[in-house]
């Protein structure tokens, strides 16, 4: 019936349609109408999303969709799924009404919304376009919902290397920008693995590659917590301290080291690129130094690469236990072997309750363990504090296999 009555009619029956999802249905009606009719539909949008409570609305269409709940504005949809099209029609029309001259700031926040969801969903063209559509829009601008975010901060967390590569060559664009965490372009980056991204901002940028966050921690470290091995070693090499860690950490000064997030996340491959740069510390955090890490945590590659390294087998834990001492405890066969063959290596260290690892050994029941630390010299009698020795403690109460070993019935 709609197509058929004549076109005043259809104008004057949109004119009272007070919601924006109704005069839709009636402009997509026909071709016809969508032509004629649709720029009724941008401007209800446009007054919905620039228009702020209080100002004078010139028709009741726009002054019921005031009360209505907020949806999405054109240009924002056109934003997120690349309609350059929409945001110029919307623009245009947006323009073209009288009350335009009264709203420059809420029309700059507008479009720079849809700057920032623009870059977020890799929109490069529409970036571009948003920029220089309205005068006083800000490539650096600041969006407080996104944690302080500028568009290339935007761009570079949601991995958009096209949108970063525009913005990176956007004149007065601030490479060094941070958000309110303090996290810059690189940090984020890291954060979230995107090597293509990290590797363009440290080729293209000044940006600092050490720059720390509020807590802290360097990109580097950020990378190697969250297993980002890639992104490490594009890190390591474009020169990032391997020594600027988190600043929360166990340690002293720079805080727990890339270094040691690599061994902690078993990362081995990352520690053998830090091990690689001949820079790192082997006896930091002292209260946990990485060799004992590997240990503890059973990595055999590790304790073998961080020995070759020059990191000390006697090193001790802040319960002054050695890697020896977890890996007797802990039953690794492996990484006791390892340790044993190193030089220097002191089988008989005590830890602050005065036990040694072959007392740990023998308390766990780990008879192969057992059976390589006396073969290495290990002394059975040496007493913790409360008196108990390994050699009284097999005679009491362990396995025959271990009684055996020990000579003892």
Same mark, same amino acid.
């Given at each position: 019936m709609l197509?058929?009555?004549?076109?005043e009619?259809v104008q004057?029956?949109?004119e009272?349609?007070?919601?924006?999802?109704d005069l839709?249905?009636?402009v997509?009606?026909?071709?016809?109408?969508?032509?004629?009719?649709n720029?009724?539909?941008?401007?209800?949008?446009?007054?919905?999303h620039l228009?702020p409570?209080?100002?004078?609305?010139?028709d009741?269409?726009a002054?019921?969709?005031?009360s209505?709940?907020?949806?999405q504005?054109?240009?924002?949809?056109a934003?997120?799924h690349?309609?350059?099209?929409?945001?110029?029609?919307w623009?245009?029309?947006?323009?073209?009404?009288?009350?335009?001259?009264q709203?420059?700031?809420m029309?700059?926040a507008t479009?720079?919304?849809?700057?920032f969801l623009?870059?977020?969903?890799?929109?490069p063209e529409l970036v571009?376009?948003?920029l220089?559509?309205?005068?006083?829009t800000?490539?650096n601008?600041?969006?407080?919902v996104?944690?302080g975010?500028t568009?290339? !901060? #935007? &761009? *570079?967390?949601?991995?958009?290397r096209k +949108?970063?590569? =525009? /913005?990176?060559?956007?004149?007065g664009?601030?490479?060094?920008?941070?958000?309110?965490?303090?996290?810059?372009?690189?940090?984020?980056?890291?954060?979230?693995?995107?090597v293509s991204?990290?590797?363009?901002?440290v080729t293209r940028?000044?940006?600092?590659?050490?720059?720390r966050?509020y807590?802290?921690?360097?990109?580097?470290?950020?990378a190697?917590n969250?297993?980002h091995?890639r992104a490490?070693?594009v890190?390591?090499?474009?020169?990032?301290?391997?020594?600027n860690?988190?600043g929360?950490?166990h340690?002293h000064?720079?805080?727990d080291?890339?270094?040691?997030?690599a061994?902690?996340?078993?990362?081995?491959?990352?520690?053998?690129l830090?091990?690689d740069?001949?820079?790192?510390?082997l006896d930091?955090?002292?209260?946990?130094?990485p060799?004992? !890490? #590997? &240990? *503890?945590?059973?990595?055999a590659?590790a +304790?073998?690469w =961080? /020995?070759?390294?020059?990191a000390?087998?006697?090193?001790r834990d802040?319960n002054?236990?050695?890697?020896?001492?977890h890996a007797?405890l802990?039953g690794?066969?492996?990484?006791v072997?390892?340790l044993?063959?190193?030089?220097?290596?002191?089988?008989?260290?005590?830890?602050c309750?005065g036990?040694?690892?072959?007392?740990?050994?023998?308390v766990?029941?780990h008879?192969s363990?057992?059976?390589?630390?006396?073969?290495?010299?290990?002394?059975?009698?040496i007493?913790?504090?409360?008196?108990?020795?390994p050699?009284?403690?097999?005679?009491a109460r362990s396995?025959r296999?271990?009684?055996?070993?020990?000579?003892?019935?």
């Open positions: 197509p058929h009555l004549p076109l009619l004057m029956i949109a009272q349609l007070d919601r924006e999802a839709n249905a009636l997509c009606t026909t071709r016809s109408l969508y032509s004629r009719l720029w009724r539909l941008y401007r209800l949008n446009a007054y919905r228009v409570p209080g100002l004078p609305y010139p009741a269409a002054a019921a969709a005031e209505e709940l907020h949806g504005s054109a240009i924002n949809w934003a997120r690349g309609r350059l099209g929409t945001a110029q029609k623009l245009k029309i947006v323009r073209q009404t009288p009350w335009m001259d709203l420059p700031a029309m700059r479009v720079t919304e849809a700057v623009a870059a977020e969903h890799g929109q571009r376009w948003l220089r559509a309205v005068p006083g800000e490539v601008a600041v969006s407080g996104r944690y975010d568009p290339l !901060l #935007a &761009a *570079v967390r949601a991995g958009r +949108v970063v590569e =525009l /913005l990176l060559g956007w004149e664009v601030d490479v060094h920008a941070r958000n309110y965490y303090r996290c810059n372009a690189i940090a984020l980056a890291a954060e979230a693995g995107h991204v990290l590797r363009l901002l940028t000044e940006a600092d590659v050490d720059a966050d807590e802290g921690s360097s990109p580097l470290w950020i190697a969250a297993g091995m490490a070693e890190l390591v090499r474009a020169g990032a301290d391997p020594e860690g988190h929360h950490g340690g000064g720079n805080g080291p890339p270094l040691y997030a061994v902690d996340s078993g990362q081995n491959t990352l520690l053998r830090l091990l740069t001949g820079r790192v510390r930091w955090p002292v209260d946990r130094p060799v004992v !890490l #590997a &240990a *503890v945590l059973g990595n590659v +304790v073998d =961080l /020995l070759a390294a020059g000390d087998p006697n090193s802040n002054r236990k050695t890697a020896l001492f007797a802990g690794d066969e492996a990484v072997e390892r044993l063959d190193a030089e220097g290596v002191d089988v008989d260290l005590q830890d309750q036990c040694t690892p072959l007392y740990m050994a023998v766990e029941g008879v363990v057992v059976r390589r630390l006396l073969a290495a010299g290990a002394d059975p009698e007493c913790n504090k409360l008196g108990s020795s050699l009284d403690l097999a005679r396995k296999e271990i009684k055996a070993l020990f000579q003892v019935t």
